[in-house]
């Protein structure tokens, strides 16, 4: 079993940043990619960054120049670095982990709220 555990989300005016932690424990020997998603109220769970063990990213197109993904292997651990927040980024975040297996866990959400 493989646990995650995010933080970092919040209420932010529009423009300013915050930084989402997405740590990872348990059966973690064979992590292929983690990364992040989001869902807003009444849509569907969307991609927003994603990085390999091997440092390859992707990005959403609505995020590309104001996300930064990156990742911490020797503490299992992904961030997500969110700048120029707006209002259309408000939405659930979901920590995403996948094994070399294939198999997939997700995190149990964290708001992020940005309105003035």
């Known amino acids: 079993q493989v646990q995650l555990v995010e933080s970092g989300g919040g209420l932010v005016q529009p423009g300013e940043s915050l930084r989402l932690s997405c740590a990872a424990s348990g059966s973690v020997s064979s992590i292929y990619a983690m990364g992040w998603y989001r869902q807003a109220p009444g849509k569907q769970r969307d991609m927003v960054a994603t990085?390999?063990?091997?440092?390859?990213?992707d990005y959403a197109d609505s995020v590309k120049g104001r996300f930064t993904i990156s990742r911490d292997n020797a503490k299992n651990t992904v961030y997500l670095q969110m700048n120029s927040l707006k209002p259309e980024d408000t939405a659930v975040y979901y920590c995403?982990?996948?094994?070399?297996?294939?198999?997939?866990?997700w995190g149990q959400g964290t708001q992020v709220t940005v309105s003035s």
């Open positions: 990085i390999t063990s091997g440092g390859n990213t």
């Open positions: 995403w982990l996948r094994l070399a297996t294939m198999r997939i866990y």
